[in-house]
């Protein structure tokens, strides 16, 4: 077991109305390649990987590792969630904010349902109950609509916003609600 924060990682599968979050499987990889390659999918991220060299590079269990979440809809998998630590990611941190980044990439199919909020709050649950009080960050750019109303949705707040890969850059930051005595 690997630690995540200060939990012992593979979490156990958590399940939501809809959906259940789990570690990946040898199943997942072709899913794990269709995510990767698709070119709606990499709109806001730099454009799709190229299809060989994913096919060659992509383990037999992709992403098996500590925050990585499968979003699994009745028993295909339609995405992934990440709650990945700022040190293990290049790009733009601000460690005084927050060290874990909230990430996520669904299939264009999965899109519009409501899917990725249903699974970023279980996934936020989570990491609240494991970690608590620490906050979590969330980078997107400004132009990627679909990813600033889910911001909203889930209750992030806007930190900053800055240029980065050519583009408008939004940085905000979630922080578990804490109980009133």
């Given at each position: 077991?690997?630690?995540?924060?200060?939990?012992?990682?593979?979490?156990?599968?958590?399940?939501?109305?809809?959906?259940?979050?789990?570690?990946?499987?040898?199943?997942?990889?072709?899913?794990?390649?269709?995510?990767?390659?698709?070119?709606?999918?990499?709109?806001?991220?730099?454009?799709?990987?190229?299809?060989?060299?994913?096919?060659?590079?992509?383990?037999?269990?992709?992403?098996?590792?500590?925050?990585?979440?499968?979003?699994?809809?009745?028993?295909?998998?339609?995405?992934?969630?990440?709650?990945?630590?700022?040190?293990?990611?290049?790009?733009?941190?601000?460690?005084?904010?927050?060290?874990?980044?909230?990430?996520?990439?669904?299939?264009?199919?999965?899109?519009?349902?409501?899917?990725?909020?249903?699974?970023?709050?279980?996934?936020?649950d989570w990491f609240a109950d494991a970690n608590p009080g620490e906050p979590v960050v969330l980078?997107?750019?400004?132009?990627?609509?679909?990813?600033?109303?889910?911001?909203?949705?889930?209750?992030?707040?806007?930190?900053?916003?800055?240029?980065?890969?050519?583009?408008?850059?939004?940085?905000?930051?979630?922080?578990?609600?804490?109980?009133?005595?």
């Open positions: 077991m690997t630690e995540l924060g200060s939990v012992a990682w593979p979490s156990a599968p958590i399940k939501t109305e809809r959906l259940v979050l789990r570690q990946s499987e040898a199943r997942d990889r072709a899913a794990f390649i269709e995510l990767f390659t698709s070119s709606e999918v990499g709109t806001y991220l730099g454009g799709p990987q190229p299809l060989d060299e994913l096919e060659r590079a992509m383990p037999e269990v992709p992403e098996r590792r500590p925050g990585v979440f499968v979003i699994d809809l009745d028993g295909a998998m339609i995405g992934r969630v990440t709650l990945d630590p700022h040190a293990d990611r290049p790009g733009y941190i601000r460690p005084d904010v927050g060290e874990t980044e909230l990430g996520y990439l669904f299939l264009p199919q999965a899109w519009g349902r409501g899917y990725a909020a249903e699974a970023c709050a279980a996934a936020l980078r997107t750019q400004t132009a990627n609509d679909r990813s600033m109303r889910l911001a909203a949705k889930l209750g992030f707040t806007q930190v900053e916003r800055y240029e980065d890969y050519g583009a408008e850059q939004w940085f905000g930051v979630w922080s578990p609600v804490t109980p009133s005595a």
